[in-house]
């Protein structure tokens, strides 16, 4: 079975062949920032699927706060390219939680574990995302949690 690395390194040498160049730069740039991770702290290592997938979600998080800013700052053509550096690279994640599944599970976790009130916002958050495991933004759960604890 492939891991996810071998799929980013053979969609590059695919992306180079076909002359791709925004696909080609966005897995590179992917690429580099996995290997970074690996090299990164005491000891290289290999990094796991999962692992993989958070240094990719990350680079996404990058690309859409970049998009973000440079809209504001009226360059639409910048805002138009990492939107779509963004997007090359969420094919690689999984699947995202729709809102209704999203509020269904927050609802469950925080019924199952009688989460109550805004003392209790640290800990459900934390079996919240145990659950969702990276299909769904932090910022999208923190709101849902904090919005059914405070009130």
Known sequence: ?????????????????????????TLRLALAAVKEAEVAGKA???LSDAEVEK???REVRKRR?????????????QAAREGSEGDVLADYLPKQLGDDELTAIVEKVLADGDFAGPKAIGPAMKAVQAVVAGRADGSKVAGLVKARLTT
Not at 7 to 12: F, Q, T
Not at 65 to 77: K, L, N, P, V
Request: charged letters at 30%; aromatic letters at 2%.
């Open 65 to 77: 706060e970049a998009a973000e800013a440079y809209a504001a700052a009226g360059r639409a053509t």
């Open 44 to 46: 290289a290592h290999e």
């Open 1 to 25: 079975m492939n891991t996810l690395k071998e799929r980013l390194r053979a969609d590059l040498t695919t992306a180079m062949k076909a002359r791709d160049e925004l696909r080609t730069s």
């Open 55 to 57: 240094v990719l979600g």
